[in-house]
């Protein structure tokens, strides 16, 4: 039995949006469409995978089971077609990559320097976001590639892997804050002092500790550390940053939970195949590290 996949990603979006007609907005399709696609997919599979007996339909027992195996089919296709690409020796004239500041690796400057040599001729953007903004930009076709601190879940239309480094996020304030040097800093004694918090464009990002009375925001880690840096507050950034940018001038904070290592992935959009030049980065990025 063979089910299209455009009906497998009607199905997907259809689940993790909770409505036909905004899954269709997502996929520039009419809802008519959306609906008949996922219908035939009931058909075709003998299964309800949504109760419609509600104003907004919602995936019954069989539907929660099945989406999980159909996004297994769809990560599976992502891996088809990054094979597919790299076979088919298709070189984009220009690629974009957009980088969390999660992300340090000890072969990444090595792997620019590779991928300088191999493409010589090719245009190359860097560009930094975090979070739901990094996730965005990918979806939006701004950026071919996307690297970001692990997400829960990503839009059915992102194909996401976990890349082989991690990277570690403590607690910093500046040398002359009241509480450098401090020791066993409880949840409680941060909450009273400001916090110098990551907040993006399209949404917080998820908050690691509980609220602190007062805070300042930013969208970017290297605002924050400069904001850390003056002496504003507390802040949880990436300890690579603080290593290369703010030694000396930043203290890490003995605070119960710190540090944290947090996995990184590697993201891009489903919709739009990498060529080979992005092909070939993604592959190095999730290469394991020599030994």
Known sequence: MRHSPEALTAFAEAATLGSFSAAARKLGKSQSTVSSAIAHLEIDLGLALFDRSSRKPALTEH???VL??????????????????????????????????????????DMLKAFEQRFPDLEFECLIAEHGDLVS??????????????????????????IAEQS??????????????????????????????LDTYLGRADQVMPAARRSWSAPSYLMLMEMAVLGFGWAAIPRWMVTRFAAGKLCELDARGWPQRVPVDAV????????????????EMLAAPAL
């Open 63 to 65: 539907g929660r089971v």
């Open 68 to 109: 999980g195996k159909v996004r297994e089919i769809l990560a599976a296709s992502d891996r088809l077609d990054l094979s597919a690409s790299q076979l088919g020796g298709g070189l984009e004239a220009r690629l974009s990559v957009v980088w969390s500041d999660t992300y340090q690796s000890d072969r990444f400057e």
């Open 137 to 162: 930009l990918v979806q939006s076709g701004r950026a071919h590639i996307g690297v970001v601190g692990a997400q829960g879940m990503y839009p059915p239309d992102i194909g996401s892997a976990t």
């Open 168 to 197: 570690e996020i403590t607690l910093f304030v500046a040398t002359s804050h009241v509480l450098a040097g401090a020791q066993d800093i409880t949840p409680q004694l941060l909450a009273q002092h400001r916090e110098l918090r």
């Open 268 to 283: 891009w959009s489903r919709q739009r195949p990498l060529g080979r030049a992005g092909t070939w980065l993604l592959q």
